[in-house]
């Protein structure tokens, strides 16, 4: 059977924080910066946390040092106001609900959080605003400071930094804030964010022509910094040339000539919006090195309801049996007995190092609601 057919275009500027994603699959690249909230993973709590612990670093920055009991307070109100806009996940109102911040973050995920924010808060440099030199040409309104947006229209490139600021020489200095850690296992920098930070000070080295762009990655628990050197800002213009060949502008691209799936589409957020992915996990054998062991697609052969939730029994394509409990029924959009459903991004009970392939899967814990599958996606086809 052919895939389902997916016309896409790019219609923004080079995103530097998904130029990573290129690297392992153009469509990865289109799907993340073109459709961003639509046929993705739901948003999971570390998620909220990253951009709640990036939202008190802005709100502190050029203000009096809080202490922790303030962050912490502050994180509590920021993260249920996130939680009770429409636009937070149904599986992440219906945890806050049962358990309040307690079903979604626990006491040390908010702590470590916040112990970050307070980090990036101590370590902030004076030096934040644009000296004359740095700024010479652009008129007053330089774009230094937290959270700039930084355009180059002739590199047909554009982003959001973190944090730019001029020190005393006029040079410029990048950084990108992390929650996680920003180091692989042997000390270096992780590649994905090495090539988001080196972008970054390409555009602002093309913005403001400063004499040298120094680069920081700061991170929870590790940090590095840098120089933009030749080799990096060559390494950047040459996949910004590549990405703009075979991504030209406002055309329409056909998704199946895009896609390279290979094992890194198991990390990959867009799956459930992927012809190529959700084909090969339709017909696919168990144990396909693309497919994450947390999704899978069959026929619903079984339907339990009860209250708010359902569990289904699904048949797959190479005949085995496999359940999913707890999901809230209004997932479900109406499906029954007989309809086509894939999941993605679920729970299971199953222990990998002994079975085979997980068969028992989960969404919502009724008896431990952050243990929660919080990304799960479910798709239905008649
Ligand atoms: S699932 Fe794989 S092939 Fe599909 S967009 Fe993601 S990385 Fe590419």
């Not at 639509?38 to 999971?44: I, Q, Y």
Request: aromatic residues 8%.
């Amino acid at each position: 059977m052919s895939s389902p057919t997916l016309a896409l275009e790019r219609t923004r500027p080079v995103s530097p924080s998904k130029l990573a994603s290129f690297t392992t699959c153009p469509l990865r690249y289109l799907l993340e910066t073109e459709r961003p909230a639509n046929g993705g993973l739901s948003r999971s709590p570390m998620a909220l946390r990253g951009t709640i612990a990036h939202t008190l670093i802005e709100r502190f920055t050029g203000k009096p040092l809080p202490t922790a009991q303030v962050l912490i307070g502050q994180f509590h109100v920021l993260l249920a106001a996130a939680l009770t806009r429409d636009d937070a996940g149904p599986l992440l109102k219906l945890s806050f609900e049962a358990a309040g911040t307690a079903g979604i973050l626990n006491s040390a995920q908010v702590v470590s959080a916040c112990g970050f924010a307070m980090r990036v808060l101590k370590t902030r440099p004076q030096g934040q605003r644009a000296t004359p030199a740095a700024t010479a040409g652009r008129g007053s309104a330089g774009p230094l400071g937290p959270e700039r947006k930084f355009e180059a229209p002739s590199l047909d490139l554009a982003g959001y930094i973190d944090l730019a600021y001029a020190d005393s020489s006029g040079n410029i200095h990048i950084v990108d804030y992390k929650t996680g850690s920003v180091l692989n296992d042997d000390g270096a920098p992780r590649p994905e964010y090495q090539l988001q930070l080196a972008a970054y000070g390409v555009l602002a080295k093309k913005v403001l022509e400063p004499q040298k762009v120094f680069l920081e990655l700061a991170g929870a628990s590790s940090s590095w910094q840098g120089e933009l050197t030749a080799d990096l800002e060559a390494t950047v213009l040459q996949l910004v040339d590549d990405l703009r060949h075979q991504l030209p502008r406002n055309r329409g691209l056909d998704a199946s000539r895009l896609a390279k799936p290979g094992i890194h589409c198991q990390e990959c957020r867009s799956r459930p919006s992927c012809p190529s992915y959700v084909n090969c996990l339709r017909y696919a054998s168990t144990g396909d090195q693309r497919l994450s062991p947390r999704d899978v697609a069959g026929d619903i052969v079984e339907a339990y309801e009860k209250g708010a939730f359902t569990s289904l029994r699904l048949r797959t394509s190479n005949g085995y049996t496999v359940s999913i409990a707890g999901i809230p029924t209004q997932f479900l959009q109406g499906a029954t007995t007989g309809d086509r459903l894939a999941g993605y991004s679920l729970g299971y009970f199953d222990d990998l190092t002994s079975a085979k392939f997980a068969a028992n899967f989960f969404i919502y814990r009724a008896d431990n609601p952050a243990a929660s599958a919080f990304e799960a996606t479910l798709k239905v086809s008649a």
